[in-house]
């Protein structure tokens, strides 16, 4: 693999029982690009992205990061690797605090370990980098706030200042603006390419709109196939893409389809 590619999947395949959720996938992600994937409800995304991240096994093919075999790891060693993904539900802990959240998550990059047996005091040497975590994403003056009294759109910024905390070199965004009015929307895109500064991001998203303003590079699954891949001006005028988005020109169409396969 050339060393240009931070992700490559070859002939990915999952089958369930006879159904092919994702079928021949060829993925392969740039260095330092946001790439987007693509396609409307059942085209087999948030599959590929359980698939790359070993919440589901493979029924065939090979998922490679830098060059280096990950087909057979688990979970956590791929994200040890640098390979850290968000969900389309908000997850984080809702009765901690919002610096709490953040500090749990840098506790996990140090030696592999939480350490619960100690005092909630020993971790304050962590405090400042909670701090500017929580600055990044907008967040700073929420740091004493508990998590479920924050709104939608401010839990969606700090899950993403949880996942920056394990210093991610490869980061996979399952619709990081689901659910979420235009306001909002606009906020996270800032987010989005402000966390994609010096690192590669794969997202999942519906919001073609939002796709136009991030990515580099797009690829459009149908089916759990890889129906074309491109920039989005070619994606965008590939009638065969209308077509799979129920025959719709209108960038922002997909995006007020259902959020979820």
């Keep these: 693999m050339s060393e240009q ?26 260095k330092g690009h946001i790439h987007a994937l693509i396609g409307p409800n059942g085209a087999g995304k948030t599959t590929v992205f359980n698939l790359l991240t070993k919440f589901l096994i493979p029924t065939r093919g090979q998922i490679l990061f830098k060059g280096q075999d990950i087909t057979s790891m688990k979970s956590a060693a791929i994200a ?9 539900i908000s997850a984080v802990f809702p009765h901690m605090t919002a610096l709490e959240n ?62 920056l905390a394990m210093e991610p070199e490869l980061l996979l965004l399952d619709e990081p603006t689901q659910g979420m009015g235009g306001e909002d929307v606009e906020s996270v895109v800032e ?36 129906l074309t891949e491109g920039d989005y001006s070619e994606v965008s005028a590939d009638p065969r893409v209308r077509e799979v988005y129920m025959g719709t020109a209108n960038d922002t169409a997909p995006a007020t389809q259902g959020a979820a396969e």
């Design 5 to 30: 590619y931070v992700l490559e999947t070859r002939n990915l395949v999952k089958e369930f029982k006879g159904f092919v959720a994702v079928d021949d996938v060829n993925l392969k992600i740039r």
């Design 191 to 226: 987010l989005v390419r402000k966390a994609a500064e010096g690192r590669t991001v794969l997202m999942v998203e519906h919001n073609l709109g939002v796709v136009s303003k991030l990515c580099d590079r797009i690829t459009v699954l149908a089916q759990g196939s890889v």
């Design 80 to 88: 040890r690797k640098g390979v850290i993904r968000s969900f389309q």
């Design 102 to 163: 953040i500090r749990v998550a840098l506790q996990a990059g140090e030696n592999g370990s939480y350490r619960f047996w100690k005092s909630g005091t020993s971790l304050n040497k962590l405090n400042q980098r909670c701090m500017e975590l929580l600055d990044s994403v907008g967040l700073a003056e929420y740091a004493n706030s508990i998590t479920v009294e924050l709104a939608y759109g401010q839990k969606r910024a700090l899950e993403l200042a949880t996942t």
